[in-house]
């Protein structure tokens, strides 16, 4: 699988939109970005996923850039409950074979108020 | 959307003792479930990867006899840890992967916390 680099952490003033980079400079034309999040003491959230285009949905949008080999979460009006640790991982398709999710590291995004 | 219940949240017990975690997808059918470790500050360990109605899959370093899973239904995996220590006390979480062909994420039970005295 291919590796994702991102800061170790990072601060959002509440409200203003949170932009959390992720490098996968190796990534495979058949990889997917994957986005999760977890917040203390709980299981990972599922944020959001994408392979070349942008994405958003209600909690996210993902921006892939054009060579694929970084993307962007951006939560648009960050709140105090969006404090988190955020994986940016990439994985082939799922479906069909077996998967599963390596996680670094990830970014500690703290919001303050 | 998906979910994962996973039950208990957290137990307390004697060292020597076996405990058993359950996973359950409530409103799809899981073929595949991942059982994942944490410990403090750290990132969530892969354990194992299980197919429903076959042996499970363990990741290097991981004692098979001493982590049994089962995953006897297409909404049920179970985990047992048997004869506990300290050293095995962490933050155990399952995970559910849907049966349904292309790309779908992977959804995350709640944890149990696992406390051997």
């Known amino acids: 699988d291919a590796k994702t680099t991102q800061p170790t952490s990072m601060d959002c003033a509440e409200g203003r939109a949170a932009n959390l980079p992720c490098n996968h400079s190796t990534i495979s034309g058949n990889e997917y970005v994957y986005w999760y999040r977890q917040i203390h003491s709980q299981g990972p959230q599922y944020i959001i996923h994408?392979?070349?285009n942008n994405e958003t949905n209600e909690m996210a949008s993902l921006i892939i850039t054009e060579d694929r080999k970084s993307s962007t979460l951006i939560l648009p009006h960050a709140t105090l409950r969006d404090t988190a640790v955020y994986y940016c991982i990439v994985r082939v398709e799922f479906g069909g074979s077996q998967g599963n999710l390596i996680f670094g590291k990830g970014t500690k995004l703290s919001v303050k108020p | 959307g998906a979910v994962v219940s996973q039950h208990p949240s957290w137990v307390i017990c004697k060292s020597g003792t076996s405990v058993k975690i359950e996973c359950r997808s409530l409103d799809f059918q899981a073929t595949t479930m991942f059982w994942y470790r944490q410990f403090p500050k750290q990132s969530l360990m892969l354990m194992a990867t299980?197919?429903?109605?076959?042996?499970?899959?363990?990741e290097q370093g991981v004692e098979k006899d001493k982590f049994l899973i089962n995953h006897a239904s297409l909404t049920l995996s179970t985990l047992t840890v048997t004869s506990a220590h300290p050293e095995d006390s962490s933050f155990y979480i399952c995970?559910?992967?849907?049966?349904?062909?292309?790309?779908?994420?992977?959804?995350f039970g709640d944890g149990t916390r696992l406390s051997i005295l």
């Open positions: 299980s197919n429903e109605g076959s042996k499970a899959t363990y």
């Open positions: 995970s559910a992967r849907g049966n349904r062909v292309g790309n779908q994420p992977q959804h």
């Open positions: 994408g392979l070349k």
